[in-house]
């Protein structure tokens, strides 16, 4: 014998190309029971994820089986209600034909009244003399009838043809709709191993593909640029072919393990090839700037592990909800409301938590390219945080939108960086305060002298933090030498002809920076690239 267990969606687990769906249902054994049956399940599910629980320890379990289910709806009620409101407008078109007919015969009828009067006086043996006033009353009749009959007639064509079109759209929806549809689905059949009698609760999960989520984040810079305020959102969708109606949600970055096979480990296989080398021409130009400092767009993420240097003070962040676990890295999320998820592949965002970062903020100045400062965060991820998965990043500063970033994975006691774009809080200014040349000196050798100077002024209230690149030309050849000469403050060029300053700029304050370098060539060279 077999009986229907009533099942009814409690929780769900999203993963991010799946879902694990978990059923409770109550049935009353009456002992004669060897087959349970859990109907309506989507063919999105897979079967070797199936796993049963029941609440009775003396009832056996012997086996699960799945059967696909195919069924052919009959006539809906959607269709009968399509059908009388189709009965309705074509009646209602009906009508209104009779009563476009009608007022033709009106017209036609008024249109005839001055010819007919004017026959009957022609045509009259003791004609009566005209009278001008009463043809004149009669013509105005005639008119002003015949134009708001004619008026009729016009809004009832229109209401006719809007009906018609009304009643096309609904023809065809009544079509698809009187099509005999198949609807596919699995059902489970658990196989009872005794008699019990008396009441028991089955549990059935199983993951269905077609369901993901990605995570959203919103970043907002406050105003005294000491910490990131971030809110974690979740955006879920799915067209697993079954609808989650008031379900809990949990969401996770784990991925599923289907089976119990263990897996086997496939030979790891390495080999070798001749290295290619450098194409000539690549990075030719001496003004390329080193890719470590060019400026990424506002909004670009640095990962971490190109931080170097940067220390942040340690800041308590606020406690993240209790709903959220973490396990090595796997973080699972439980949200604290019930949610309605159709499986219409629509986008549903529900926001996990919010949480207060600490960051330091510093202008990057790069006057060679630019006079404009921009603005980037570093953000440290506490180590009582949350690890924070890829997604992407709505930045915001003073609650004006600045544009997206992609955050990688950032884990507790990480730090990564954000570029908050331009900022005209910080002037920058860049001259070429000398150029000397001196051709043909002792050493058959010419000689151009630069030297640059820099400005950087705070025109914000309150004290900044910028640094400055700037970078000297890079010699391909090996007759053309650079020579950094000096620097006001000083500092250390790189290999690559990179200068960095920092410093700490008071409101209000200036600072002036200052460099030299000197080009040395045969005088019968042409530089190239130094057009400065």
Known sequence: MRKTVDTRICQVTVYEQQALITRRGVVQLTGEEQELVIAQLPVTLLEESIRLKSSKTTVGLLGVKTERIQDTE???????????????????????????????????????????YMERLTRSHNPEPLDLDKIKDLMSFVDQ???????????QEVESRQLEKQLQILRGQQQQLATPRTNESVKVIVTLESSVVGEL???????????????????RLSATNQKIHLSYFAQVKQSSGE????VALRLSNAKPVLGITL????????????????????????????QAITMPYPGTIITPEALTGIELEPNAAQEVKQEVSQQGSIVNFEVSNLLQIHSDSATHTTKIF??????????IAIPQLTNLA???????????????????????????????AQLPKIAPGQEFTL?????????????????????????????????????????????VKVRVIEQLPISLNEQIKVHFTNSEPQTPMSEKGVLRWSTTLLPKAKQQFYYQFTVEYPPEFKVIGLDI
């Open 145 to 155: 009838q015949y134009s708001d009959l004619s008026g009729e007639i016009a809004q």
């Open 354 to 363: 919010t949480q207060d970062y600490p960051c330091r903020a510093e202008y």
């Open 74 to 116: 009959g006539e809906s009620q959607d269709l009968t209600a399509l059908t009388q409101k189709i009965g309705q407008l074509d009646e209602k078109k009906r009508h209104g034909q009779d009563l476009i007919t009608l007022l033709n015969l009106k017209r036609n009828f008024v249109k005839n009244l001055s010819s007919q």
């Open 201 to 219: 609760e089955l549990e059935v999960s199983y993951i269905v593909d077609q369901a993901s989520w990605i995570p959203l984040y919103d970043l």
């Open 374 to 404: 921009y603005l980037q965060a570093t953000i440290a991820n506490p180590l009582n945080g949350v690890t924070l998965l890829p997604g992407k990043v709505n930045i915001f500063r003073d609650n004006t939108f600045v544009g997206t």
């Open 243 to 246: 609808n989650w109606q008031s």
């Open 263 to 290: 897996p086997a480990l496939p030979p790891w296989y390495i080999n070798g090839q001749e290295a290619s080398s450098p194409k000539q021409g690549e990075k030719s130009s001496t003004m390329m700037l080193d």
């Open 419 to 463: 570029n908050l774009g331009i900022d005209e809080g910080l002037q920058v200014e860049r001259n070429l305060v000398e150029r000397q040349v001196n051709e043909e000196l002792s050493d058959s050798q010419s000689r151009i002298t630069y030297a640059y100077r820099i400005m950087i002024t705070n025109l914000r209230d309150d004290e």
